[in-house]
């Protein structure tokens, strides 16, 4: 490495020589990483859990292509296009619809950073992990939260809802359409329409339903909707995206104060994923790649029309512990599934049939390795 930089400093000047040589004089106190010295090495997994899922063979391919700047052209036709997708995958007209450099949990935080104010009333329905995890977060922003608890399993009504809603007053409602950590599917028709009667925006997690499940975010009157890349795409995690209606854009451009973090606020994203109509400005450095990524998961959603359902739970069987039989899977068929997730915990197992891997051949197979598993695996006497 030295010698190349040394053949650098030729071109680059008196200023880089002189810094080539004064690293190359200083004893390095940590030396490099044996690991580092050595092919990197990937075990091959059908991933059967909630989430990620397999990469198709189109996707893995956009990973490998060249960076491009984030303020090319070329990059900006590649963010209007996965634009298009979204709102395709989502149902929306919505122009301030974008993507957010981070995990579908960024994208919950970016909803609530923009949308709460401190004071606000947030009615939040918790009946899995990602309603504990808005309520925490809708705390942190000084709102006045109100869960709506249920057991793992269970779902909400409308009746149940309209109570929240006249109780508290709420300025926004959280529902968790596909909440993974229990295999729920909230029934979504009829709440949107039930919010804005009551002057409430309606926010849905939709990252471990949209693509595999019907949802229609204009239809149903959904205000703020944001899923993420890893799941029904097939695309690598890393990246989210979301959609606001325009009483969500009116109450974000209507803050008192900014959101309390640069790196989420709408208005500087939706500048720079072209929703505002004015000439885009950098705000940060994208993951080129990840988006090429993203593109082509769209593109295959757009191309094979919407697909299965996507997390099913299945009760750990008395006596079993469900770390042994996710254990067995991926020691003995490379099949990874997975236990349960915050109140689901040791409850259940998750298994994910997610996009490509939505196959009648990994139905079967995932069935006979979990008969297999519980042939071999120790069991408690009750």
């Known amino acids: 490495m030295f010698q190349a930089l040394a053949k650098a400093s030729a071109t680059l000047g008196p200023r880089a020589a002189g810094w080539v040589r004064t690293m190359a004089s200083h004893q390095l106190l940590v030396a490099p990483p044996k690991a580092l010295l050595k092919p990197l090495s990937v075990p091959t997994r059908l991933l059967l859990g909630p989430g990620p899922a397999n990469l198709p063979p189109r996707t893995m391919a956009a990973g490998g292509l060249q960076v491009i700047g984030p303020m090319h052209k070329e990059m900006y036709q590649i963010m209007d296009e996965i634009k298009e997708g979204i709102q395709y995958l989502f149902q929306t007209r919505n122009p301030l619809t974008l993507v957010i450099s981070g995990s579908g949990h960024c994208a919950l935080e970016a909803a609530l950073i923009n949308v709460l104010e401190p004071g606000d009333s947030f009615l939040v329905g918790v009946n899995g992990i990602w309603g504990q995890r808005a309520a925490d977060i809708g705390e942190r922003l000084g709102a ?87 799941k029904v795409l097939n695309a690598p995690p890393g990246t989210s995206f979301l959609s606001f209606s325009d009483p969500a854009k009116n109450k974000i451009y209507s803050r008192k104060k900014k959101p309390s973090s640069f790196y989420l606020d709408i208005k500087y994203l939706a500048n720079f994923w072209g929703c505002d109509g004015q000439p885009r400005m950098y705000h940060h450095t994208p993951p080129v790649i990840s988006l090429y990524s993203l593109r082509e998961g769209l593109a295959l959603l757009a191309e094979q029309a919407l697909r299965l359902p996507t997390v099913t739970t299945v ?68």
């Open 315 to 382: 009760a750990v069987p008395a006596g079993y512990d469900w770390r042994d039989i996710v254990s067995y899977l991926i020691d003995r068929f490379g099949i990874e599934i997975m236990g349960g997730l915050g109140p689901s915990t040791g409850k259940v197992l998750r298994i994910g049939l997610m996009g490509c891997n939505a196959t009648r051949e990994n139905v079967d197979l995932v069935i006979e390795a979990l008969r297999e598993a519980l042939q071999h695996c120790p069991k408690k006497k009750l």
């Open 144 to 230: 006045r939260v109100h869960p709506m608890t249920k057991d793992p399993g269970g779902h909400f009504t409308l009746q149940e809802v309209e109570e929240g809603l006249a109780q508290h007053k709420p300025v926004l409602l959280f529902l968790t359409h596909g909440e993974s950590s229990s295999g729920v599917l909230q029934p979504l028709d009829g709440f949107g329409e039930l919010c804005h009667r009551y002057k409430c925006l309606l926010l849905v997690d939709s990252v471990a339903s949209v693509g595999g499940t019907p949802l229609y975010m204009d239809q149903q009157g959904i205000d703020i909707l944001y899923s993420s890349s890893q």
